[in-house]
């Protein structure tokens, strides 16, 4: 098959590529631009065709996920994949002598470049070596997932990890073929990893206070005049002189801001923090190695909500002309999968505290539970976005016996054939409604951004566009929660109003299998 003369298994009950996935390879292979967006709806076969490209596009590839649980996923998939996480998900050997207590790798001594003899790292002295000799060569968790990761042709790594360690991943030449999954999140993600985290204290215990200001341009100024006082020792490693080894590299991090007017500063008692506003900033940078000359030849980006193909490259910061677009079928038939439109009134953060409002949307979502429950469909998913709403829901609804918040107590009552509705503040994505778990989906409420958080206020003033495109992304995601494979069957209600102008603004960014389900302005069944 395509894979095993590749040298790579596939999971039970996979088998060759079908013939849309054959027909996506080939239009990757003809493709000579470096970046390739591919719109690939539930059930496409995503995970099967980055992999399949990933062996077509290059001799090496990286598997990115947004989070460990889709990276299970992958390896469901390529069973075998090496998998390369963070050190707080392994245990430290060491840790229970230095810390009295068990502690993962993010605390070990390794993390301030401190000698360890389960670290893998060359032992040069007497006493290192009778150490490793006690050891019997046992290999610290942590590194030893990492290398064998990274001495092969391919891996699976979430983009936090990703991103922490970019320049053993995309600026190592380790990399050919970046194969990003759930693209639409590369944005948050890349921004969360751009952050600068400053400890006032430790910057005042070094000599170097920070200025008392929240402006980013004063703070890149300072920077670039205390750079040259900052001179760590490479002879002896200390505590003290670590505080030296990471004020240097942040201070080189500020000085490196070149739009100022895209980061935001926050400030507590003891931090300030510099966040950016826009991940398109840095991810040509820190995601496809741009300014290495070991970089990814070709980078894959792919989701079931890459939509607004122009748009979305934007907001990647990939240059014009540089990629080419696809957009696959859904392997379910529409009618299998309804979207439903019902409009019953305009839900926001007054509504959903008035519990008049709230009542009367409460009275439309269990007037659809009885329905389904009276047609034999004993489970169903509740979207309801906030934690105080999910919680106002458990109580108030006149089915709350059978509501759960728990995905685990969901799937076992659905085993035992119990009704269950699964009420979840933050499964818009993530979770498989695979079968009997989920045969309908409720979206009380668009998935509108928080406001009240400053970069998402600042996103939506610079550029209101990008306000509509997460809360677009949100409804197509939470759509999809219900239909995982070609013969699953889920309807999805949609009972905000607000989703009318939302739909009629962004229309073209719709992908064609959406619109193929799409039904506007419905009625509640009787």
């Not at 993600?189 to 920070?210: D, F, K, N, Q, T």
Request: hydrophobic share 40%; glycine share 8%.
């Amino acid at each position: 098959s395509f894979f095993a003369t590749r040298g790579l298994s596939l999971g039970k009950g996979l088998g060759e590529l079908r013939d849309t996935q054959l027909a996506a390879l080939e239009w990757g292979r003809r493709s000579t631009k470096p970046y390739l967006l591919i719109n690939a709806p539930t059930g496409s076969g995503k995970t099967l065709l980055l992999g399949a490209l990933g062996c077509t596009l290059g001799q090496s590839w990286t598997y990115a996920t947004n989070t460990i649980r889709l990276q299970e996923q992958v390896t469901d998939t390529f069973p075998g994949l090496p998998v390369a996480t963070g050190r707080a998900n392994h245990p430290c050997l060491i840790g229970a002598e230095t810390h009295k207590r068990d502690v993962t790798a993010a605390e070990g001594i390794c993390t301030a470049l401190e000698w360890c003899e389960y670290s893998g790292w060359p032992a040069t002295k007497d006493w290192q070596l009778d150490k490793l000799a006690a050891t019997g060569g046992r290999l610290c968790d942590y590194y030893e997932t990492r290398n064998r990761a990274l001495a092969s042709h391919w891996r699976t790594a979430n983009y936090a990890y990703v991103l922490a360690d970019y320049h053993t991943f995309i600026e190592s030449g380790k990399t050919e073929v970046m194969l990003c999954d759930e693209a639409h999140s590369i944005d948050d993600a890349v921004a969360r990893a751009g952050e600068l985290v400053l400890s006032l204290p430790m910057y005042r215990r070094c000599g170097l206070p920070i200025p008392n200001t929240t402006n980013v341009a004063r703070l890149v100024a300072w920077a670039k005049s205390r750079l040259w006082s900052v001179q760590p020792s490479v002879a002896r490693r200390t505590a003290p002189d670590m505080a030296q080894v990471t004020i240097r590299q942040q201070l080189e991090s500020v000085r490196a801001i070149v739009r100022p007017d895209d980061w935001i500063v926050e400030k507590d008692k003891y931090t300030i923090t510099l966040r950016p506003i826009w991940g398109r900033s840095l991810t040509p940078r820190i995601l496809l190695g741009a300014e290495s000359i070991n970089a990814p030849r070709r980078g894959v980006f792919a989701s079931a909500t890459l939509v607004g193909a122009e748009y979305y490259a934007h907001r990647l910061g990939l240059p014009e002309g540089s990629w080419d677009y696809l957009e696959l079928s859904h392997t379910c038939a529409p009618e299998k999968r309804p979207i439903n439109f019902a409009p019953v009134m305009a839900m926001n953060a007054a509504t959903t505290e008035d519990p008049v409002a709230r009542a009367r949307m409460q009275t439309a979502i269990d007037q659809l539970i009885e329905w389904y429950m009276m047609r034999g469909s004993r489970a169903g998913l509740v979207h309801a976005v906030s934690n105080r709403y999910r919680d106002y829901m458990l109580t108030e609804s006149r089915y709350r016996g059978m509501m759960v918040s728990d995905p685990d107590e969901h799937a076992l009552r659905v085993r035992n054939k119990e009704a269950s509705v699964l009420v979840a503040a933050n499964l818009l994505e993530g979770w498989d409604g695979v079968g009997d778990l989920c045969r309908f989906t409720i979206l009380p409420k668009v998935p509108f951004g928080y406001l009240g958080d400053r970069r998402t206020a600042l996103q939506k003033e610079a550029d209101p566009q990008s306000y509509d495109y997460q809360a677009l992304i949100a409804v197509i995601q939470g759509a999809g929660r219900g239909v995982r494979t070609e013969e699953d069957y889920c309807d999805t209600w949609i009972l905000d109003t607000n989703w009318e102008s939302l739909q009629r603004r962004r229309k073209s960014w719709l992908p064609q299998w959406f619109m193929d389900a799409y039904k506007h302005r419905v009625k509640l069944p009787d």
